[in-house]
């Protein structure tokens, strides 16, 4: 029987209860605190190769205050205690690191975080829980899931003009809407996708969430073979069979234009030329939707050369993208340009430091979510791409960014 | 069997709105307690000690902090129902023991006493009785041992 790559993955049927087997566990500072408190509470042993769980702190790096200095302090010596992989403040986000050669094509991936359906730009069936189900993993090695019917999203066509990986995550997202695909997988299928990026699958993947989806998932083919050989990972490609979707999408990439989502619903994506001209106080380019390498390649390559009319804030996802845009002079050009550059992590992103908004402050996000008062009680999200974030940064409004001549 | 006075909340309540980010650095629930629906209506949290939350489409979409159910739990709130739930929340649920009934509600206003029968995978409500969707056999076994933290000691 043909089955979805996510049915291959977990062993099952569609709609079929499995008990996976977890290749790789993870936790970041937020929820795993919570994870620690209800392993030490169940009273069991460690169940899993310390090897397969990982600790990576991004929430809040460094501390904000003694008392998130406390928790983190409590985490990092268990970490340290138990062999278990450990990334200290400032190493980066967790979704990132895992995709620095972590996550492989076919692993059962789990972490404590809703955006953990990352990792399936790898091919990889990863999915976000909560931090008792993560204890439970710890304990066990496996969870149980329900395989998920699958809506197959064919990519035709390439990214052309100022349209990137992120105008089409925040387009998807808007036509499945925020409930769209709950409980289901999103798989990605076409030659479109071939032509995609990992930095984009990885984008694309991310926002799965968004629309209520289990996981998201892309195949791994030439282009993520040779992503990963660049981590020392020789890989098998996967190839589709011809299963049946719950539902099927096609979309033409040509098509596609830059978007904004406005406030304060993640699945309310509209042309940017609509929104031209409305005027924001802050950028933030960063996140583990849009911190990697390409996304602040681009934004320098706007903002080089010309000064920024309002506060804008890069995170970028990793010490190994800081790094490598630091060896590259983009960070040199982006702090010319009069933006601030802070620790990698997750940034200001769940609105506790790094650049929190203040009453009726709009900000013009690279993020993946714009609830209301998120980054900020009273403050607005505009949610759009690195190329969007460069050219509203150099006006101070949303601006499309094919006005500076992307 | 668990009663509850209904308290009715729209679609697409996020978990940013159960319980806001600037309130998760702490272990302590009476903190989340304290501040469970801030954003959304600050006036909720004092009502919610033995109510039942009768939520639109989508509740508890977005972040998978555990601290949402927990702090419904800590107010006091009995069971939420909803036609749709997010998942990770839906599981984080029954992870911490808080009852989650998926099911389709025709009409219903706040004050209404509602009757829950976990067993019978019903609830009345305004004389009508409505069946919710049965949770998996792990999930009740779960749900029965008051949570995923006690199902586990009962293995150690």
């Known amino acids: 029987m043909r089955r979805t790559l996510t ?17 790789r566990a993870y936790v970041h500072d937020g929820t795993g605190v919570l994870t620690l408190a209800s392993f030490r509470e169940m009273g069991v042993p460690i169940g899993i190769d310390p090897s397969r769980i990982s600790v990576l702190f991004d929430h809040i790096c460094p501390a904000n205050n003694g008392i998130t200095a406390d928790l983190q302090r409590e985490l990092r010596q268990y970490a340290s205690s138990t062999g278990v992989f450990f990334s200290d403040c400032g190493g980066g986000i967790c979704h990132q690191i ?21 990792g399936g730009a790898f091919g990889a069936f990863a999915t976000g829980v909560g931090a008792t189900d993560m204890a439970a993993i710890w304990a066990s090695g496996e969870t149980w899931f329900r395989v998920p019917e699958t809506i197959g999203i064919t990519l035709e066509g390439s990214l052309s003009g100022g349209a990137e990986a992120k105008d089409l995550a925040l387009s998807i997202v808007s036509r499945l809407g925020m409930e769209g695909a709950t409980y289901a997988a999103l798989e990605y299928t076409g030659p479109g996708s071939e032509a995609i990026d990992m930095d984009g699958r990885l984008c694309i993947c991310n926002m799965g969430v968004e629309t209520g989806a289990k996981n998201a998932i892309f195949y791994a083919d030439a282009v993520c073979r040779e992503y990963l050989a660049g981590y020392g990972h020789a890989i098998d490609i996967q190839t589709p069979e011809d299963c049946s979707y719950r539902q099927e999408l096609t979309i033409d990439l040509d098509d596609l234009v830059p978007l904004v989502t ?7 994506a509209r042309p940017v030329a609509d929104l031209q001209g409305t005027e924001v106080d802050q950028v ?38 800081l790094l490598r845009a630091t060896q590259d002079g983009i960070i040199a050009d982006l702090i010319a340009a ?25 900000c013009l996000s690279t993020a993946n979510r714009n609830f209301k008062n998120r980054m900020g009680v009273g403050g607005s999200i505009y949610l759009a791409s690195p190329a969007t974030a460069a050219a509203t940064a150099l006006t101070g409004y949303i601006t499309e960014p094919e006005v500076f001549h992307v | 069997m668990c009663k509850g006075t209904v308290i009715c909340l729209g679609s697409d309540i996020d ?4 319980i806001a980010g600037r309130y998760l650095r702490t272990k302590d629930r009476a903190v989340w307690a304290a501040h469970v629906f801030e954003d959304l209506d600050p006036a909720l949290a004092p009502r919610l000690s033995g109510a039942v939350i009768v939520a639109g489409r989508n509740f508890g979409c977005g972040s998978s902090r555990e601290q949402a159910p927990i702090a419904l739990k800590e107010a006091g709130v009995a069971a939420i129902i909803s036609p749709l739930f997010a998942r990770i929340f839906f599981r984080n649920a029954i992870n911490v023991g808080l009852p989650v009934l998926e099911a389709d509600i025709s009409s219903c206003s706040d004050g209404d006493e509602i009757r829950i029968d976990l067993e019978a995978g019903s609830f009345e409500l305004g004389g009508t009785t409505y069946p919710f969707t049965p949770l998996s056999p792990r999930m009740r076994e779960i749900l029965n041992a008051g949570g995923l933290v006690n199902y586990w000691r009962g293995k150690a």
Do not use: Q
């Open chain 1, 7 to 23: 049915e291959r993955i977990l062993h099952g049927n569609t709609g079929e209860y499995v008990d996976a087997h977890v290749d």
């Open chain 1, 284 to 321: 933030l380019l960063g996140t583990c939707t849009n911190g990697r390498y390409s996304d602040l390649w681009r934004f320098a390559g706007i903002v080089r050369g010309s000064k920024v009319k309002v506060r804008t804030i890069i995170v970028p996802a990793s010490a190994s993208v």
């Open chain 2, 15 to 18: 978990t940013d709105l159960v």
């Open chain 1, 98 to 118: 895992m995709s620095e050669g972590v996550i492989l094509p076919g692993e059962v991936v789990v972490g404590a975080d809703s955006h953990s359906c990352t």
């Open chain 1, 262 to 268: 406005v406030p304060h619903r993640v699945d309310s």
């Open chain 1, 338 to 362: 009069g933006c601030m550059v802070v620790t990698p992590g997750c940034g200001p992103c769940l609105g506790i430091h790094s650049g929190v908004l203040g009453e009726g402050e709009v």
